[in-house]
Every structure is written in C-alpha cells, then in structure tokens.
C-alpha cells in the first residue's frame, strides 16, 4: 500500500503540465444514466459523435471492461457512494435505503478537507445534503411539480407518451422546487444539471473539492435536446449484432417498465430510431461535459482535477431481444469508464475487471485519504501505475426481482477474463459464453457436453461468492 500511494502521488506532484502544487487533487465524477459502454466514438463506435468524452479518452486511461454489481438506477448508485455491494450496503434491490452505518464516500471526502458537493439527478434514500454533500446546485429529484403524481410527455421521436419522471422538478440548496426548469425529463434537462456543476467549478475554492455530477442522459423518456433532431439517421445506424425479436426464454423482467418501451416482437426499424435517440441524447451530453472541461480549464483548475467519467449501468436496445437493463449482458452490466488528469497516464486502455465500486477507495487512494473500514471496493491504483495487470481474477453481478424476499437474486453472474456463467434461479437455468470467440454472447455453450466440467467450476465460484451474502435467503446452484 505504501508503494503504490508513494507511486500515484509522486506522479500526481510531478505529472506533465501540473504546476507544483501538494494539494491533494479536485476529483469530478460525472456519471451517466443507462449508458451502454459501446456508445463513446473513441473507444470503437463510429456512429456516434462525442469529442469531448474523445478528449478524456485521449487525455485518459479508460477501463473497457468495467461493471456495475446491479444493472439498476438506485441500486448501482448506492454501490458508488458506498464502495460497498448491496449485500452490505443495504440496497441491493430497487429502492431500499442505505444502512446508516456505511462511511459514504462525500463524508469521507469532506472529513478529508474536500468540498463536497452535488448536481443531478437525485434517486436514492434521502438528499444529497442528508447523504454527505454540503451543497446543492441544478438538483433533480422526484416531487415539486404539483398536479397528478404522474405527467406523461410524448417522446419525440416516436410520440407514444411515457411516465417516466413525471412531477419531478429542480430544486434549490435549500429544498425549494424551481418549476421554470419544467417538470418532468425535459430536453434540456442536463444543460440545467450543468449550469449547477458550473457554478461550484466557478468558484475557485481555496481547498480541493469532490463535485459529483448525474447526468440524465441517456434515460428514457427520448426526447430530442434543441438542435439534435436531425443528428443521427436511423436507417444509417445498424442493428445491434446480438439483436433478436424477443428473448428466447423469460429472464425475469419480461414486464418490466424499460422492456414496455417497444413492442414485441421488436421491430428492427423503431429499435434503430430508438437507438439514434440515445445517440442524440449522449451527445447533447457530451456537450455538457464539454462545457465543465472547458470551465476547469478557463479557471486554471485542469491540471489539478481528477475527471472520471461513467454511467450506473448500459441498456439493452434490442441487443438480445431486450430493452431495458435487469439484466446480465455485457451491453447492459458493462459501464463505459475513463479518469484522467494528474497521475493518470495518458491514451490508455486497461482490460482489468473492475467494478463501480472501486471508484470510491480509488480516489481515497489517489487523495491520500484513508478508505474506510466499510468499504469493500478496492483501488484500482496499481493497474494505474503499472504495478498489476488485474484486480480481481473473476467479477460478479446480480439483479434482485421485488419480491418478499428481495434478498435473494434471481440472477446471478461470474465473469472470468474470458468466460462468463449466468445462473436464472427462477427457472434453474445456466447460459455459459466464451466471450474470447464470441464477445456478444450469442453461442450459449452452458448444455455442451465439452463444457460440463468448466460450467461446474463457475458455478462452483458463484456459489461460494453469493452464499454468505445471500443468507438467509440462499438457494445455491444446485443443477
């Protein structure tokens, strides 16, 4: 521990460009929602325009083979702020509240002399300032809007309404709803979330400051951002390579809001407009995150900040014959994720398998901050400073359907460098994929006798992996 930290500070001191300055580094975490990892220009997505996320990717290391532990809004969040699994965090299904006893990762910063502060989109237990975070700006949350508990928006590229958001507004420091913002998802919800990052970025604080930014893109509702009507043709963006109709078997969610979005069976041509909406909403993003670059550097932060970039989890749309996420697919467990600024080498791409909760001790480690004892994340500085090539041999994932006993997944995944066991525990079923020969994951290979023996090692490791976190609910892989 002592070398890495000597390591990763030494090169933050003395990174090029960096004035000398000991201050521990500012850290900018921007998180997106349901971005699929395969949707940055950068990283191989020729379809898509987003130069400024090309710029941290350049400028960067990023981790293409990062994950979050469950594809879900509230409870991949709660895993980031806690750096700890919702089987110790307190929120492993949708919804539930986070213990109280875990050492939140803005505490932990602002105990450490950091600013902490929040802007976005807010979906878990409690606010912001209840969760560690001194100040609000550009706070999107549910209520405040008045009216029926539920508003529906037509979305723009298909016109069928949705309910996602409805009645949600911004929301003061100090609580008080800013209805001339809209209410509900509107299509410049994440230029007012950056206007509020914008203003903390402006100050140029005294001390360091950990400034935690949820875009909304590129959740649905889909509608168009102001200019990015005509920005992607669908017909010229293909289908997924793993796309299908509909799922060949029920894996849990077949019901599930993100799955209504589209009919079944799943019409090539409303799949690729639904696409090209995504698109066009990541890049308005994209557009957002420009504009935080650009006020780091007219304030002569850049050189002093630690940007990292990510979303809660990907999304389905169509790959599979899905939608939505609730499930274990690398297009929706895989997470896009670049850091970059001081001690961070530049151009760089790492394929050590690591989770979103790692992001917590990692900033710890680079900030030269104690990780606290509830943290079970671990930090990925060693593959940073070229001290490992690995962190974890093998990487789990889950997904819990509400149900009585919510503890107990219905889905369970183990992920290897190169082969990956999911296990449906509602219907007894395996699917076993060789991602090395067939990275969209469309040979199920869990029934081929040539297998058995690999499939019972997996299922072996899940096993001894979810047991003792799943008591007293435990029902083991037994087939």
């Avoid at 994340?377 to 919510?406: D, F």
């Amino acid at each position: 521990m002592i070398l890495r930290l000597s390591v990763i500070l030494f090169a933050i001191l003395t990174s090029v460009g960096a004035a000398p300055d000991r201050r521990p580094p500012n850290i900018l975490l921007i998180v997106s929602d349901d971005q699929p990892p395969d949707t940055i220009r950068a990283l191989g997505n020729t379809y898509i325009d987003t130069p400024n996320l090309d710029r941290l990717v350049n400028e960067g290391a990023s981790f293409v083979r990062a994950i979050t532990g469950n594809p879900v809004c509230i409870p991949s969040r709660a895993e980031i702020m806690t750096g700890a699994t919702g089987f110790r965090n307190g929120s492993p299904p949708f919804g539930k509240a986070i213990d109280p006893e875990m050492a939140l990762w803005a505490e932990t910063m602002r105990k450490a002399a950091y600013h902490a502060w929040y802007s976005g989109k807010w979906m878990n237990d409690g606010t912001p300032k209840t969760r560690g975070y001194e100040e609000t700006r550009g706070l999107y949350s549910g209520g405040g809007g008045g009216g029926p508990g539920k508003i529906t928006y037509p979305t723009a590229y298909h016109g069928r309404p949705s309910t996602g958001y409805g009645s949600w507004t911004f929301k003061t420091n100090d609580g008080k709803p800013e209805v001339e913002k809209g209410v509900g998802l509107t299509p410049i919800t994440d230029r007012h979330i950056a206007d509020g990052a914008l203003e903390f970025i402006n100050r140029r604080p005294d001390k360091p400051f950990f400034l935690h930014v949820n875009f909304t893109a590129p959740h649905f509702p889909l509608h168009f951002p102001p200019g990015y009507e005509k920005k992607y043709d669908p017909a010229a963006i293909p289908l997924p390579r793993n796309f299908l109709p509909e799922h060949p078997f029920d894996h849990g969610n077949t019901v599930g809001g993100d799955e209504q979005l589209l009919p079944l069976p799943r019409d090539p041509a409303e799949v690729k407009a639904n696409i090209a909406a995504s698109y066009a909403l990541i890049s308005h993003m994209d557009e957002q995150v420009g504009r935080l670059l650009q006020a780091l550097r007219e304030t002569n932060q850049h050189s002093k900040t630690v940007v990292i970039f990510t979303s809660d989890h990907g999304m389905a749309n169509g790959s599979h014959g899905l939608m939505g996420k609730q499930n274990m697919y690398e297009h929706t467990i895989g997470v896009p994720l670049i850091m970059a600024g001081p001690g961070i080498p530049r151009n760089q791409r790492f394929a050590a398998q690591i989770y979103l909760r790692d992001l917590y001790p990692t900033v710890c480690e680079l900030a030269g901050i104690p990780i606290p004892a509830t943290v079970e994340g671990r930090s990925v500085v060693p593959v940073l400073a070229g001290l490992a090539r690995e962190i974890y041999p093998e990487v789990y994932a889950y997904w819990h359907k509400p149900t009585k006993n919510a503890e107990l997944p219905i889905q369970r995944m183990v992920r290897t460098e190169r082969w990956k066991l999911i296990y449906y525990s509602h219907l007894n079923r395996y699917q076993l994929f060789d991602l090395a020969s067939d990275p969209h994951e469309l040979k199920d290979l869990s029934s081929h006798p040539d297998y058995g023996g690999l499939r019972a090692g997996l299922r072996r490791k899940t096993n001894e992996w979810f047991a003792p976190r799943i008591k007293p609910y435990s029902n083991s892989l037994s087939r």
